[in-house]
């Protein structure tokens, strides 16, 4: 059997852990989860309920009768309220309403009557996954966790899929290892009492966007400052990105209003055109009591920075290793101020903003005004008067729009009027992916689309909810990262009590070719000075990239060399060594290497990240 090595930490931000039902036989499978340092908490009957690693900071239970509740991660419940919860607990079904009203970011496990009911975050920061081992069905926060258990290596043909730019859902969100079951972030899973039996249970469904602007802006920035206020509550010193865009602004200004002193970092972008640090320390001015530190922009890693150094120990797949060293460079710094948490503004672009793919909708409710906008965003983005018809008059149902991807794998990127007025991106390879990946790939496509149903009916809820999740399945990796390095991070936007408010907002105020982010100028006015809410421009940092492409290109050619995903017949090896030497070859610039990268240095991780115990 294998475990997760050293590096995992038990230091705050980085709680993991498998949840047993209340049987002797679960307590003897969770025996064998038990490591040096991990830590367990028991049922009544004293046999393992959670097993796992997490600082006392992270997790809050109570019991009461039959019934028994464990709130893993950020939240603000304390032990009294969560046992008179607990009271009252009847049936699990009732978790829905506590789920849906606490702050924070958190896993909420629960005991009642011999069953075990284990769900994360509606976002996808938090997951939940399940399998059976040795006859017991086991939960547990990682996938890895249970493959390892079972012994298994990776799926080629989950890879296959991973290798797609980008992967659609559902596939994005299935585990590496058949075996094991990832539970959809809206849904719980429900252990029986015969701790064999599994089944998923709905307990979030996105909010319907109808509330006027003005009446959610209240609404948007109470959840945001209950979540910035869930980590700086208890003081100390906390640290802030602050880049001078309105999402990682709007965060500081909040954490500056805490009980917490904030030291706030800006890192310049290499582009002269970046006016980053400008509008940071137009921000910083407005703070005399937060420490502010500008660091070298010279001096921070450039994009695909030590890809071939990374040994994070992950259970899928990122595109988050081609900034790693990025997002951590300057958190030991930080520390070393004495920061016990660092904030970001990440998720901002995600929550505050909205797909223009609403349009889609509002075009034909509301046509006057659906064109005069949309002419808005032709100017915009460029988007050709053809194509905007041609995506407007696009009604297929999503089932249709994967099937039909399944056949254009190998057609040129779609034009962006497809995708910003479409059901999202639709998925490519490219050509060092072998034709075995290909059928595999399109396989699961065709496979996904028998049965398939969008997030959401409308095409924009569905774009922002895919967007959503797609990120947090970055920024969690991210997170085991920065706890790992020493400094846990944390992204208040990506709460889910922030995103129900964000998208209750009706699309047509959310997203406007006429103004920038006006949910958040309008939640923020009267926290965040009106001079740094003006900004209407958010920078790229396409230089870092390009930069680094050349950069970088040795280590690119040596990740090719003796390739894990070449070994499985699933890329050509000599193609990617041969676009390593030319760095500046079409389409690179775009991105397209990234999904790639991720699964390689992902399988160069897993082989080096595992160690062998008796």
């Given at each position: ?15 993991h852990f498998a949840v047993f039902a209340d049987r002797a036989d679960a307590a003897a499978v969770a025996r064998s989860f038990a ?196 980590r700086t509550r208890q003081g100390g010193v906390v640290s802030c990105d602050l880049s001078g865009g309105l999402d990682s602004t ?78 951590l460079h300057h958190l030991p710094a930080l520390a070393a101020r004495g920061s016990r948490l660092h904030l970001t503004g990440i ?268």
């Amino acid at each position: 059997m294998t475990e997760l090595h050293e590096s995992a930490g038990t230091g705050p931000g980085d709680a993991h852990f498998a949840v047993f039902a209340d049987r002797a036989d679960a307590a003897a499978v969770a025996r064998s989860f038990a490591r040096p340092g991990s830590r367990t908490l028991p049922h009544a009957s004293g046999r393992p309920w959670l097993v796992g690693r997490w600082h006392d900071d992270e997790v809050v239970t109570a019991r009461a009768g039959d019934a028994a509740l464990a709130v893993v991660g950020c939240c603000p419940v304390d032990a009294d309220e969560l046992r008179r919860r607990a009271a009252r607990l009847r049936d699990l079904a009732e978790l829905d309403a506590l789920a849906r009203s606490l702050p924070g970011s958190f896993h909420l496990v629960a005991a009642l009557d011999g069953r075990v009911r284990v769900q994360g975050t509606a976002s996808g920061l938090r997951l939940v996954f399940h399998a059976e081992i040795d006859g017991v069905r086991v939960a547990a926060s990682r996938a890895d966790t249970l493959a390892f258990a079972l012994g298994l290596e990776p799926d080629a043909g989950e890879l296959a899929v991973r290798l797609l730019w980008p992967a659609p859902y559902p596939l994005s969100e299935t585990s590496l290892w058949p075996a094991v079951t990832a539970v959809p972030p809206q849904d719980a899973v429900v252990v029986a009492a015969d701790g064999r039996t599994a089944r998923h249970t709905r307990w979030w469904t996105p909010p319907e966007p109808v509330r006027p602007l003005a009446e959610g802006a209240p609404l948007i920035r109470a959840a945001l400052e209950d979540a910035v206020d869930a980590r700086t509550r208890q003081g100390g010193v906390v640290s802030c990105d602050l880049s001078g865009g309105l999402d990682s602004t709007s965060v500081c200004f909040l954490a500056a209003r805490s009980p917490a002193r904030v030291v706030a970092g800006t890192w310049p972008g290499r582009d002269p055109a970046d006016t980053d640090l400008y509008w940071a320390e137009r921000a910083a001015g407005h703070l005399p009591q937060v420490e502010h530190v500008v660091w070298d922009a010279d001096a921070s890693p450039l994009v695909y920075d030590d890809l071939l150094g990374i040994d994070d120990l992950l259970d899928e797949p990122t595109i988050g290793v081609m900034d790693r060293s990025r997002v951590l460079h300057h958190l030991p710094a930080l520390a070393a101020r004495g920061s016990r948490l660092h904030l970001t503004g990440i998720g901002g672009d995600h929550v505050a903003w909205c797909s223009e793919a609403y349009y889609h909708r509002l075009v034909r409710a509301r046509p006057l005004f659906g064109l005069r906008q949309l002419r808005g965003f032709r100017a915009l983005w460029q988007w050709p008067l053809g194509g905007t018809i041609h995506a407007l008059a696009d009604s297929r149902p999503y089932r249709t729009w994967l099937a039909d991807a399944a056949d254009r794998l190998r057609d040129p990127a779609p034009p962006s009027v497809a995708t910003g007025l479409g059901w999202g991106r639709a998925p490519r390879l490219f050509g060092w992916v072998t034709a075995d990946a290909e059928r595999s790939a399109r396989r699961a496509l065709l496979d996904a689309a028998a049965t398939a149903e969008p997030l959401h009916p409308d095409r924009g809820m569905h774009a922002d909810l895919e967007q959503i999740r797609s990120t947090t399945r970055v920024i969690r990796q991210w997170d085991r990262m920065a706890a790992r390095a020493g400094l846990p991070m944390a992204s208040p936007f990506l709460d889910d009590r922030v995103i129900e408010a964000c998208l209750s907002v009706r699309p047509d105020e959310r997203v406007t070719p006429w103004r920038y982010k006006p949910v958040l100028t309008a939640a923020m006015s009267g926290v965040v000075p009106e001079a740094c809410l003006r900004r209407a421009t958010k920078a790229t940092a396409s230089m870092d990239a390009s930069d680094g492409l050349r950069e970088h290109r040795a280590d690119l050619l040596a990740l090719w060399e003796d390739s894990r995903l070449e070994q499985l017949g699933l890329v050509d090896g000599a193609e990617l060594r041969r676009l390593a030497l030319r760095p500046a070859s079409p389409g690179l610039s775009q991105a397209i290497l990234y999904s790639t990268i991720a699964a390689e240095v992902w399988l160069r991780g897993l082989s080096r990240g595992r160690t062998r115990i008796s």
